[in-house]
């Protein structure tokens, strides 16, 4: 063997060795990383919050081959028991959707285990929270729904009476009634705005309750209601069938549903679910967990929906720069408050 030879092979050597501790260190070798994920109750195919998780986690699967481990409780109790048998497990990193009163026991218990917990405001070292903007998205849809109406009548149909619909519910209410005032202030004429709010249920059963939905929408279309927004999980899907079959209006939230029925979804509210929980998990695989609180800015530059080529053709005229004018004006009045507030 000449020396040369010699040379080329202790290079090449030299390199698969150096290629291998590489490997062995990279964040991408199969299932070094453990995470586990613990979905809303609805399940994780609903179409909206929850598989807007499941996207994520699915990324994060693809591009880093994390070793994965899913739950999808059917009630709280069954969320408690996924809680305690995942913390047992040793992951790496666990992302739970829940209330946070729900996650905190378990928390507590396991100080060392490390939780992302999706929509909600908890303040402790082994938990990042992702602190939705609902209420600032729910503005926009109340503002596109105002512009759109013809009848003055829109609804809004919940699962469940919880503290993030009642913020949606608010914001929606809120967005309606300021573009509104905005649009008559222009010499605009169009009817007074009403909203009708209905709950399918009381718990979470009502996150997949498509006959009690579909009722639900039946009498506010009956009612000449022309818009009916649907934050209520896979349900939703009955209220975008009977939104085509009275040849009405729906909007959709938090994956972009504007082509479940074609013509009839006006839009769907973009709370920047995937790509958060995508960030906090690339974040943690490459420099390790920081827990923390993180408010997450809406979609879309910040307008919080969905245009596409299934539904810009009913978009009505000038909704970006409405949608803007009315967080402007909420911006401002919050300013205010907080300007007025004592100082202790």
Known sequence: MTDSFKLLAFIG???????????????????????????????????????????????????????????????????????????????????????????????????????????????????????????????????????????????????????????VLAGYQEGAMIAAGFLRDEGQELPEIEVIADFIGSGPDALNNPQRAEFLARKQYGRDVDIIFAFCGKSAEAVFLMAKNYNRLAIGSDLNQNWIERGHILTSMLRNITDAVYDVLEKTIHEGFTGGMIEVPLGNNGLGYFVDRYNEALMPEGAEEMVRRVFAELDAREAELLAEEPVL
């Open 13 to 167: 050597l030299s390199c698969a060795l150096l290629f291998a501790a590489a490997c062995e260190d990279s964040s991408t070798v199969e299932g070094k990383f453990k995470l586990g994920v613990i979905y809303g109750l609805g399940g994780s195919n609903d179409k909206s919050f929850n598989e807007a998780i499941k996207l994520a986690v699915s990324r994060s699967v693809r591009d880093y081959r994390v070793s994965l481990t899913e739950r999808e409780p059917r009630d709280l109790e069954e969320l408690q028991k996924f809680l305690e048998e995942l913390s047992a497990d040793g992951l790496d990193c666990i992302v739970v959707a829940c209330d946070p009163s729900d996650l905190e026991p378990a928390a507590l218990a396991h100080p060392d285990q490390h939780f992302i917990l999706v929509d909600g405001e908890v303040e402790m070292d082994n938990v990042v929270a992702l602190s939705l903007e609902s209420r600032r998205a729910a503005v926009s849809m109340g503002v596109i729904a105002a512009m759109t109406t013809r009848t003055g009548r829109i609804g809004f149909i919940g699962a469940f009476e919880d503290r993030s619909s009642r913020r």
